[in-house]
Structure formats: C-alpha cells, structure tokens
C-alpha cells in the first residue's frame, strides 16, 4: 500500500506571495492532519480535517487555511508568505474510524518550504 | 491550552548507555502516542498507550504512561547508533480534541 504523498517537495517562495501545498493520504484513510515544523517550535498542528470538514484547528492566522476533498485528499493554502512561514510542513493520515481517540497518525515526507 | 513537554531537549549518550525522556502535559490525557523521527525523515509512529500506568516493551524499548494520565516516558536500554533520532510523544484530551506533539527530544548516539 503506498504512504502519504506531499507535493511539491521542495519549494522556495518570495515574502508576500501565496502557495498551496498537496497531500493525498493512504487510501481508505479518511482523516488528514497538517503540521508546520521549525527547529524552534517543534511539531506544531495546523489543522484536522475528516470527510472534508475541518475538525479542529491550532493557532495560526487566518493566512494558513486547508481543504480536503471527497477523495481524502487534502491542500493547505498560505496566503501573504512571510519569512517566518519557512519550514517543513508534514501532512498525516488517518484511518479515521476512532475519530478523536487515538489513531496512529502516517507521515508523509513533507514539503519544504522557504521564504525568501 | 493543552501543551505537552518533554525533557532532556537533547541528549548525547554512547552506544550501550541506556536512554530515558519524559513527556508532561499539562492536561489529562486520553492517550498517548509516542513517534521517532530520524534525521531528514519524518514522524513515524512508535506505540500508543491507553490506560492509567500502563506498560508496554518493544524490544529494548520501554513505554510507560502515568497513573494519573498527564505523564509519559520512554526508556531505551543499550542505546544502539541506529537509535539516532528525534523522540516526540503526542497526546490527546478528552473528546475530540487536537492531537498535540511535544517538544521532541533529539537523541545522538556516538559509537
């Protein structure tokens, strides 16, 4: 069965432009989750989502915002880059039949993003 | 809001020496998940644990959550160089809550 992808994998992108990264999980997977990760702030969630509808959310602004299609797929979306916004953004799925409780998240490789 | 740390941030061990972290949240935990990522990897799922004092092995690891399910620790025995890497635990609270990542704590193993 083939693991979570993410793409692109690497992107560089200019402070006030905008990007949108992708994520199809393993299939049957219904549950999505986003995480930026930064030497400094660790693994840091984004946001949930489950049968296209966003479960939970963490604390960015409004410039990072997600969807996840009928397939499961997922993209999340910045708006306005700033140069803090560099990092490595992992996606993970989920089978999601044990919504909430504790299902073991699969990583995909993540996307690599830097602003420049 | 729920935040989960763990402590040593770092640790530089040689090979053979055992290998502890410690994960504490400031909330109760439903569960908790321990993952191990390897330098320039990702996130990959270890084990979880459920219940209230809860103890389970994986070969020479050794996973443990609290009586009171706000703490977690995972010990390594004989650390090996392939034990290289970045231990996070993650937990989860009551209803259907966020799953949250601890601080990580970076692992090196010299031979």
């Known amino acids: 069965k083939a693991g979570v992808t993410q793409t692109p994998r690497y992107l560089i992108k200019t402070r006030g432009q905008q990007v949108t990264l992708s994520c199809s999980p393993i299939s049957g997977h219904r549950s999505v989750s986003w995480y930026q990760q930064t030497p400094g702030q660790g693994l840091q969630f984004l946001f949930e989502?489950?049968?296209?509808?966003?479960?939970n959310k963490g604390n960015f602004p409004g410039r990072f915002s997600g969807r996840q299609f009928s397939n499961s797929r997922s993209e999340m979306n910045v708006s306005t880059l700033e140069l803090g916004d560099s990092a490595l953004y992992l996606c993970a799925s989920s089978l999601g039949r044990d919504i909430g409780f504790g299902e073991t998240q699969y990583f995909g490789p993540g996307t690599r993003l830097l602003v420049l | 809001g729920q935040q989960v740390m763990q402590i040593p941030q770092y640790q530089h061990v040689q090979e053979g020496e055992d290998f502890t972290t410690y994960c504490n949240s400031s909330t109760t935990l439903s569960n908790i998940q321990w993952y191990k990522q390897r330098p320039g990897g990702h996130p990959v799922f270890l084990i979880q644990?459920?219940?209230?004092?809860e103890v389970k092995k994986q070969k020479r690891l050794t996973f443990q959550f609290g009586e009171a399910k706000k703490n977690s620790s995972l010990h390594i025995t004989a650390t090996q160089t392939t034990d290289v890497g970045t231990y996070f635990c993650a937990g989860r609270g009551t209803g259907f809550q966020k799953l949250v990542f601890g601080t990580g704590t970076r692992l090196l193993v010299s031979p």
């Open positions: 644990l459920v219940k209230s004092g």
């Open positions: 989502y489950f049968s296209e509808t966003q479960r």
